[in-house]
C-alpha cells in the first residue's frame, strides 16, 4: 500500500517543474517574474540546480 504512495512513485524534480510551470501560465510570463524577483537569489539558484542538476 505504501509504495502506491505518489511519494514513492513520483520524480520530486518533475513535481517542482510541473508546479512551477502551471504557476507560470496561471499568472503570466511577467507576472511570475515579478514573483520571482521576491525570491532569495539564493533559492532561486537552488531551485534551478535542482531542477536542471
Known amino acids: ?3 502506491e504512495d505518489p511519494v ?3 520524480s520530486l524534480q518533475q ?3 510541473e508546479k512551477l510551470k ?3 501560465m ?3 510570463d511577467q507576472g511570475f517574474q515579478a514573483l520571482m ?3 532569495d ?3 532561486v539558484r537552488q ?3 535542482f531542477i536542471h542538476g
Open 22 to 24: 502551471a504557476q507560470q
Open 26 to 28: 496561471l499568472m503570466g
Open 8 to 10: 514513492h512513485s513520483v
Open 41 to 43: 537569489t539564493e533559492i
Open 47 to 49: 531551485l534551478q540546480e
Open 1 to 3: 500500500m505504501a509504495l
Open 15 to 17: 513535481f517542482v517543474y
Open 37 to 39: 524577483e521576491t525570491v
